[in-house]
């Protein structure tokens, strides 16, 4: 009985101070929205007009609008060749060359305007020294909708494979 006596002025205090840290994050959140005297700015802010749409309950995608496996596969090799060309291989470099040419290879499936497709980009860069790699993936997917393609790159010191994963999103 004594331990449970003991325990209950320190859960008061933790519960104080949890409901001061709230108060003091309003105060900061409501902070913000306050103008300064100085601020001249409008303190109405226009309203967009809120579009509702219908909703269209498409489960499959348009036959013209499926997702392009040679179309991806060839601008993954553009990219691929321009950002790659002859570059030898740096750990370094590498490691940030993989992020930024799969933003690059991402961004150019959206441009690609295949509608209501989300894509997943991984680039996969490595020294070429004699040695062997194998790569694999598992996904849970609709297989009539969904699909992936993949390019390997290969010069004298390096190798990068790029794939893309196109998801429809119902």
């Not at 991806?72 to 002859?86: P, R, S």
Request: charged share 25%; proline share 4%.
């Amino acid at each position: 009985m004594a331990a449970v006596s003991k325990r209950k002025p320190s859960f008061a205090k933790l519960a104080i101070s949890a409901t001061e840290k709230l108060t003091t994050r309003r105060m900061t959140l409501t902070a913000r929205n306050l103008q300064l005297p100085g601020d001249t700015s409008d303190t109405k802010q226009e309203e967009k007009p809120k579009i509702k749409m219908e909703n269209t309950f498409k489960m499959i995608p348009d036959e013209d609008k499926r997702f392009s496996t040679a179309k991806a596969k060839k601008e993954i090799h553009n990219i691929f060749q321009n950002y790659l060309g002859d570059m030898a291989y740096d750990s370094a470099r590498c490691s940030e060359l993989c992020l930024d040419l799969s933003v690059l290879v991402k961004n150019k499936m959206k441009e690609l305007a295949f509608p209501r497709y989300k894509f997943i980009c991984n680039v996969i860069m490595g020294q070429c020294n004699e040695q062997g790699l194998e790569t694999a993936s598992r996904s849970i997917w609709d297989p009539k909708t969904d699909n992936f393609t993949y390019y390997v790159y290969n010069n004298s010191s390096l190798y990068a494979i790029g794939i893309v994963h196109a998801v429809y999103f119902e």
